[in-house]
């Protein structure tokens, strides 16, 4: 069964702290993504990798950067919290060819206070 | 620009009830179109694609080039079918852009 796991299903922190989301895939996808999920809004990509140590900005990259050192894991990063940044926010890993349909993490509900 | 329109944000309808979600999209290009859906407390999965050209749980979807749309459909509805649905073109080797979403309620 494949699967992205995301490393806590929920967080709360405090406004100011550096916040760090864990996501792993183990189907040797070489894209990997974060969105955020609000209500109303749909899905918002934030950050995509197509390999390791590569980047590209998403639709709403402001606040945020990632990092991507080995092919099996992208982690999200929020350097200074906001409360604005509150939000869901799913993984999610495809790759480039044959089927490219995306399979998502479970999702983190971050709580920033 | 890419672009994914999914105009209603809710759609009620009644158990055994045809349902029709809608999605136009913008899009240079040939992009392979999917729908994916989020039940309650469960991840976001792959519905169908438009290339499979299948049903799934009573799912259909026509990809209209002309139109650029891509409607989802079901002939009647059932109250599991309760969810929300995002439609996503994918082209860039990979890369979804997803609509707002359809937040689907079947009533009993």
């Not at chain 2, 891509?70 to 079918?81: R, S, V």
């Not at chain 2, 082209?91 to 009533?107: E, P, R």
Request: aromatic share 12%; glycine share 6%.
């Amino acid at each position: 069964d494949v699967k992205v796991t995301q490393s806590s299903r929920y967080l709360v922190k405090r406004t100011g702290e550096k916040v760090f989301l864990e996501c792993v895939q183990d189907m040797d996808h070489e894209n990997m993504f974060w969105y955020r999920q609000d209500p109303g809004l749909g899905l918002r990509l934030i950050y995509f990798s197509y390999d390791v140590k590569m980047k590209e900005k998403g639709d709403i990259p402001e606040g945020y950067s990632v990092s991507r050192e080995k092919k099996e894991r992208f982690s999200l990063i929020l350097e200074s919290a906001s409360t604005n940044q509150t939000s869901m926010y799913l993984c999610a890993s495809s790759s480039p060819q044959g089927s490219t349909e995306a399979f998502f993490g479970q999702g983190t509900r971050l709580t920033v206070v | 620009a890419q672009r994914v329109t999914q105009p209603e944000k809710l759609l009620s309808v009644f158990k055994g009830a045809p349902v029709e979600l809608k999605c136009n999209y913008s899009y240079s290009g040939s992009p392979e179109l999917f729908w994916y859906v989020q039940y309650s407390r469960q991840r976001l999965q792959l519905l169908l694609r438009h290339i499979s050209r299948e049903s799934i749980k009573g799912f259909t979807a026509d990809l209209n080039k002309g139109e650029t749309s891509f409607h989802l459909k079901k002939p009647f509805a059932q109250e599991e079918d309760s969810a929300m649905y995002y439609c996503a073109p994918n082209t860039n080797a990979g890369k979804s852009t997803f609509g707002d979403g359809t937040t689907l309620t079947v009533k009993p």
